[in-house]
């Protein structure tokens, strides 16, 4: 049964052409994240949302925005790709909350080529 | 905020014999220590994890333990395989679930 739903599972977009990934998740977990990964490296963080509150990571871009219209859905919009944002997308949920620890489940990923 | 260091970056064992991936963080706030595999091209799969008031857990042929009091804890898989061979990642993280993770020791086990 699939927990967290990434589509698409590739992407291919043109230089500065705007893109969207999105997630869904059937867990009803009240936190969700965008993590970027490049080739060999680890997973980085870039916001994560805990209910509506949105979180951004310090370092993120600014081309980098996230949506979540709903507790299932979320979107990483990405306004003005350049060749640095070729990488894999991971969504990843977890549930919090007093005394819960914030183990994060994982979706498949989304391989983004930049042309 | 929590920075998490991981050694070695690489690791190569013979079957059979055991493999010990240690990661050290920074945030004495930090409660929360799992580990993923990720194997190429695949999502990072939970292995097992650590509360802060746990000192050793184990799983199988896997093993974690914990010193809050150094702020470090490592990865044991005894008996290896070469399906173990991955890419392994340590994090940690605080109640405010920011979670960090470690630069990943990529596993090969030679049959």
């Known amino acids: 049964d699939a927990m967290v739903i990434q589509n698409p599972r590739y992407q291919v977009t043109q230089f500065g052409k705007p893109v969207t990934l999105s997630c869904s998740q059937t867990?009803?977990?009240?936190?969700m994240y965008w993590y970027q990964q490049k080739s060999s490296q680890a997973p980085k963080l870039l916001f994560h949302?805990?209910?509506?509150?949105?979180?951004n990571e310090a370092d993120t871009p600014d081309n980098f925005q996230s949506r979540r219209p709903n507790t299932s859905f979320c979107f990483l919009d990405i306004r003005s790709p350049g060749l640095g944002d070729a990488a894999m997308y991971l969504c990843?949920?977890?549930?919090?909350?007093?005394?819960?620890?914030?183990?994060?489940?994982f979706g498949p990923g989304t391989r983004l080529t930049v042309l | 905020g929590e920075n998490v260091e991981q050694h070695p970056s690489t690791l190569s064992v013979q079957e059979g014999d055991s493999a010990v991936i240690k990661c050290t963080y920074s945030?004495?706030?930090?409660?929360?220590f799992p580990w993923y595999k990720q194997e190429l091209g695949k999502r990072p799969q939970l292995i097992i994890d650590i509360r802060s008031n746990v000192g050793e857990k184990k799983d199988q042929r896997i093993a974690v333990t914990l010193n809050k009091t150094a702020k470090h804890f490592s990865l044991h898989i005894t008996e290896t395989q070469p399906e173990d061979s991955a890419v392994y990642f340590c994090a940690a993280s605080d109640i405010g679930n920011d979670m960090r993770f470690g630069a990943g020791t990529r596993l090969t086990v030679k049959p």
């Open positions: 945030d004495s706030a930090s409660n929360y």
């Open positions: 990843a949920t977890s549930r919090a909350g007093t005394g819960v620890y914030n183990e994060q489940f």
């Open positions: 867990l009803n977990h009240n936190v």
């Open positions: 949302y805990y209910d509506k509150d949105f979180n």
